[in-house]
């Protein structure tokens, strides 16, 4: 079975830094997707960073980047330059490339609180 | 493009109870997931809806729960009867197709409380 895992139950940073939050799953596919969603409290869930496992280039957008650690079932998630709107809990995700279901599989969590 | 819209938000109940939630997802969007976000966890799927019919509903209580999607849009989950350990945010999301890495967008959740 495919398992996420986010050893960091909580992190801080200090606005303007930059903070890595890690990721690591267990699979035993080759072809699958992984993202990064964000859940600032009280308020919806957004993607915020998509990873294909056949693309040996880490994804980027603008301030958020990944490390794609494909041998190592890494993938962590980099924030640079830290805004008081990135405190949120940050959710890594797997999906199986070979299931038809799309189904999302979520490690644990990390709550990021980004202080002034 | 308006999102996902749920409702109610907010949902406080007797246990054995029953409750409804209700799920409208965005436009065109063929693929509907139901996840269950227990305090402090990830969203677990509970059923996805591929139109109107069932994909993947393996980790369903199927004893008190039950889902539809009639004529493939809007979605209900029902929960007869509800446990103490059935509260949890439920979170219903949607996605153009099922497959193929594409992005499920969240609608903001209803929040149980089964007391």
């Known amino acids: 079975a495919q398992t996420v895992t986010q050893s960091q139950p909580e992190m801080s940073v200090q606005e303007a830094e930059t903070v890595t939050l890690s990721c690591t799953y267990d699979?035993?596919?080759?072809?699958?997707?992984l993202f990064w969603y964000k859940q600032p409290p009280s308020r919806q869930m957004i993607l915020v960073i998509r990873?294909?496992?056949?693309?040996?280039q880490n994804a980027t957008e603008n301030r958020f980047s990944v490390n794609f650690q494909k041998a190592a079932k890494s993938f962590s998630l980099k924030i640079s330059d830290s805004q008081l709107g990135d405190t949120a809990m940050y959710f890594c995700?797997?999906?199986?490339?070979?299931?038809?279901?799309?189904?999302?599989?979520f490690g644990q969590g990390t709550t990021l609180q980004v202080k002034p | 493009e308006a999102g996902v819209a749920q409702s109610p938000r907010y949902k406080i109940i007797e246990k054995r109870q029953s409750v409804a939630f209700w799920c409208n997802p965005i436009?065109?969007?063929?693929?509907l997931y139901w996840y269950q976000q227990i305090l402090g966890q990830g969203p677990k799927l509970l059923i996805q809806?591929?139109?109107?019919?069932?994909?993947?509903d393996s980790q369903l209580p199927k004893d008190r729960f039950s889902a539809e999607r009639l004529k493939g849009v809007d979605s209900t989950l029902k929960i007869q009867p509800a446990k103490l350990e059935d509260s949890a945010v439920y979170l219903c999301?949607?996605?153009?197709?099922?497959?193929?890495?594409?992005?499920?967008?969240f609608g903001p959740g209803t929040r149980l409380t089964v007391l």
């Open positions: 999301a949607s996605s153009l197709v099922r497959a193929g890495g594409h992005t499920q967008y």
């Open positions: 699979t035993s596919e080759n072809n699958y997707y």
């Open positions: 990873q294909e496992a056949y693309k040996q």
């Open positions: 995700a797997f999906m199986p490339g070979s299931s038809n279901t799309g189904k999302l599989i």
């Open positions: 436009s065109g969007h063929a693929t």
């Open positions: 809806f591929q139109n109107n019919g069932v994909v993947d």
